[in-house]
């Protein structure tokens, strides 16, 4: 069997990722920031080891900054309905996932407009033309760091310093990067980062979160959800500070743990040693792809500027026909159709029939890339006959 | 008086990042519950011996953790 579908959630996870939490449910259990027992205190260190790893991740000096949510999209929601008003305007761009168009377009029955920087064909941006969307309503810049469908990554260094210069808050949704691809939170002028624990960060599905710098004014984001925090319990309106402002409920304790487990395991193995095996698959594959007549390789094409996720097509035949092909006759797991993500289909050209994504990961071997190739070479084999 | 001191911040989670750095900065210090009579909290705090008191507040000032109150804590 060959996993190739790590854009979604990679897998599998590094051992010490089950093991820890495994701990956790049998020797802890407990719930952080209710009680002051031993065990509700050790909850509350896995908690902070999880923000302080992530701080560690990002460059973020203060782990409290660092909100836990169920995932990136809740996050990116966080923000977005938490900052944009009636009458705001905001931006964003071509590549993006529906994470942060539909929020958006929810936001726009309600009276925030919307302007989607346009992409080119391979999915890749000019920051001059976020610079020309701004307008004296605008509120938020909101930008994948890189694509879901077809890897590419965005300048987000370069927009960051559109929006330093307007003084617009910047959203960075980092799905497809955390954990795989160098992330500065000052160096890259992002205010506001959202990520996920599941996918390169190699924790468990249920972990996400959203990274907040030093000088950003929690003040204009309204919480999401509001509830019990442990904290001010005297109170029925919601603790102003941080973290406890935008974490209300019994948190996923267990899922933290292995995603403190996973992080630890990306940091010690060394982001650029993560990022130079990933980049060597990626080229074996999109040239082992491309090099097979009647196949298309979409994007880039150049795995200095793509994450590990390649979106191909074979002439003639459907997405999801290939996809179930490779599955039941090669036992290979990948994504087939729109991703989630019309709006880059729509910037690639490839909708309304979308294409397959394989998507390597930090345990896949050249090997299996290889067997990958090969068995679309058949399938393709399979059309010209 | 005990010879300790308790430091209040504003959350356990806090409490807890309050002992993780003092004892990063080599001092003793240990988690126990909220006293009732000094905040209504059901969480825990710091408590720190009192001739820490002054190192301790200098040492979560400069790591940015706010202190809500420190209190001598008797026996």
């Known amino acids: ?385 | 008086m005990s010879g300790f001191a308790v430091i209040l911040v504003h959350s356990t989670g806090h409490a807890v990042q309050a002992e993780r750095v003092l004892k990063r900065a080599g001092l003793t210090v240990k988690l126990i519950p909220t006293p009732r009579h000094l905040s209504s909290d059901c969480g825990s705090a710091v408590r720190i011996a009192t001739t820490d008191r002054d190192r301790g507040a200098d040492v979560l000032s400069k790591a940015g953790i706010a202190i809500d109150r420190i209190e001598a804590l008797d026996d």
């Not at chain 1, 000096?61 to 966080?78: G, H, Q």
């Not at chain 1, 390597?360 to 071997?365: S, Y």
Request: proline fraction near 6%; include cysteine; aromatic fraction near 4%.
């Open chain 1, 1 to 385: 069997m060959i996993y190739l579908d790590n854009a979604a959630t990679s897998w599998p996870k590094p051992d010490i990722v089950h093991e820890t939490m495994s701990r956790y449910m049998r020797e802890i259990g407990a719930s952080p920031g209710r009680s002051g027992h031993r065990l509700a205190n050790e909850a509350e260190r896995i908690r902070l080891d999880a923000r302080e790893a992530i701080a560690e991740l990002v460059g973020l000096s203060d782990p409290m900054r660092v909100i836990f949510t169920l995932n990136a999209t809740e996050a990116l929601n966080l923000v977005m309905q938490g900052l944009l008003q009636p009458g705001a305007h905001a931006i964003t761009t071509g590549m993006e996932h529906n994470s942060v168009m539909r929020p958006l377009r929810a936001l726009e029955q309600r009276g925030v407009s919307i302007s989607v920087a346009p992409c080119s064909r391979d999915g890749t941006l000019d920051p001059q033309t976020i610079d020309e969307a701004i307008r004296p309503q605008t509120r938020l810049i909101v930008v994948n760091h890189a694509s879901n469908v077809c890897g590419t990554v965005l300048p987000i260094r370069e927009i960051g310093a559109v929006a330093r210069r307007h003084d617009i808050p910047f959203l960075v949704d980092a799905a497809q990067t955390a954990g795989c691809w160098p992330i500065d939170i000052n160096d890259d002028n992002i205010d506001l980062l959202a990520f996920t624990g599941h996918k390169g960060l190699l924790g468990p599905t249920g972990t996400g979160g959203l990274a907040i710098n030093d000088d950003f004014n929690i003040d204009m984001l309204r919480p999401l959800v509001f509830g019990g925090t442990g904290s001010r319990s005297e109170h029925e309106h919601q603790p102003d500070f941080l973290p406890d402002k935008y974490e209300s409920g019994t948190p996923n304790i267990v899922g933290l743990a292995g995603l403190v487990a996973g992080l630890r395991y990306v940091l010690d193995r060394g982001l650029e040693r993560i990022r130079v095996h990933e980049q060597k698959l990626t080229r074996r594959l999109i040239d082992g792809l491309y090099a097979i007549s009647g196949v298309c390789v979409f994007g880039t094409r150049d795995p200095h500027r793509q994450t590990a996720a390649v979106s191909f097509m074979i002439d003639g035949q459907s997405a999801s026909r290939i996809a179930h092909d490779l599955d039941e006759r090669f036992e290979i797991m990948c994504r087939p159709g729109l991703h989630c993500a019309p709006q880059a289909h729509r910037t690639l050209g490839t909708l309304p029939n979308g294409t397959v994504r394989f998507a390597p990961g930090l345990f896949t071997t050249e090997a299996e890339i290889d067997k990958a190739v090969a068995a679309v070479a058949q399938l393709a084999e399979g059309t010209i006959e």
